[in-house]
């Protein structure tokens, strides 16, 4: 049976791929950052080991338990789990900066790096990241999460380069527009990190961003469900030949079109609206 650890389980596109994949005949791995998370899908048939991006020792923890279940193998890992942080950059709390490294960067790189050498030794593997659309051009207020999937993508087109002497495919998933349980976590993370109120831009706060988080409730007509996600993680790890890259959306489509066709104050343009 083929296995893969899915990371960012309890909600969203980890959920969804959690079950499309075990549908399929996987042995799938479900991790959560929460013991209750974890408990939850326990209940409803899944080896779900707790992983926490920001607590390295979760990271390893929860590996050993993997492998010690496979017998020291692993076929793919899908590294899923992140946040944002919502705010103008220069409201942005060093600290605040480190926090969100530590989950959606920095502990990515622990757990690959840890696969990296079972996948060797097995003589295969996939490691699949979930990046963004804002990996690829940037947006206003989103500046925290912006640089992590950039530097995500930076760090995996390295890593894809640096392992195509083996059998270890190097994949990245750029979706635009997900529904999901995001923009509410977002809301805690900015309550937490983000004077706005004492900003020089806090008009912009609440005529802008505000808005967008606290009152904007119905889905996009571009934002697609979890399910468009997981149709191309299916393709990135079930395929001989999997991409480098798989876009998600429209946007990202638009998005990947503009970044190469237009010079960068003209993107700059577009993209503050």
């Not at 640096?162 to 509410?184: K, Q, W, Y």
Request: glycine share 8%; hydrophobic share 40%; with cysteine.
């Amino acid at each position: 049976m083929r296995s893969i650890l899915i990371t960012g389980c309890s909600s969203g596109i980890g959920y969804a791929a959690a079950h499309t994949l075990k549908a399929r005949g996987w042995r799938v791995f479900a991790s959560c950052r929460k013991a209750e998370d974890c408990t939850r899908l326990q209940a409803e048939g899944f080896d779900a080991p707790r992983i926490d991006y920001a607590d390295e020792a979760t990271i390893h923890a929860g590996l050993a338990e993997v492998l010690e279940a496979t017998g020291g193998t692993l076929d793919a890992v899908f590294n899923n789990g992140a946040f944002a942080i919502p705010g103008a950059v220069e409201d942005m709390p060093t600290d605040a900066l480190r926090a969100i490294f530590e989950a959606n960067f920095f502990g990515w790189h622990t757990l690959t790096r840890a696969l990296i050498p079972v996948m060797r030794a097995q003589g295969h593997g996939r490691i699949v990241q979930c990046s963004s659309v804002l990996g690829l051009i940037a947006m206003r207020w989103r500046g925290a999460y912006n640089a992590t999937k950039f530097a995500l993508e930076g760090l995996t087109d390295t890593l894809r380069m640096e392992m195509a002497d083996t059998d270890i495919h190097i994949v990245l998933i750029e979706p635009g527009p997900i529904t999901s349980e995001f923009r509410n976590n977002s809301i805690l993370q900015f309550e937490r990190w983000i004077d706005w109120k004492s900003s020089v831009r806090a008009s912009q706060y609440d005529a802008e961003l505000r808005p967008r988080l606290y009152d904007s409730v119905k889905k996009t007509k571009l934002e697609l469900g979890p399910d468009a996600v997981v149709a191309k993680l299916v393709h990135a790890i079930e395929n001989p030949r999997p991409r480098a890259r798989y876009y998600v959306t429209l946007p990202t489509y638009f998005s990947g079109l503009m970044r190469r066709l237009l010079p960068t104050r003209a993107l700059d343009r577009v993209m503050r609206g």
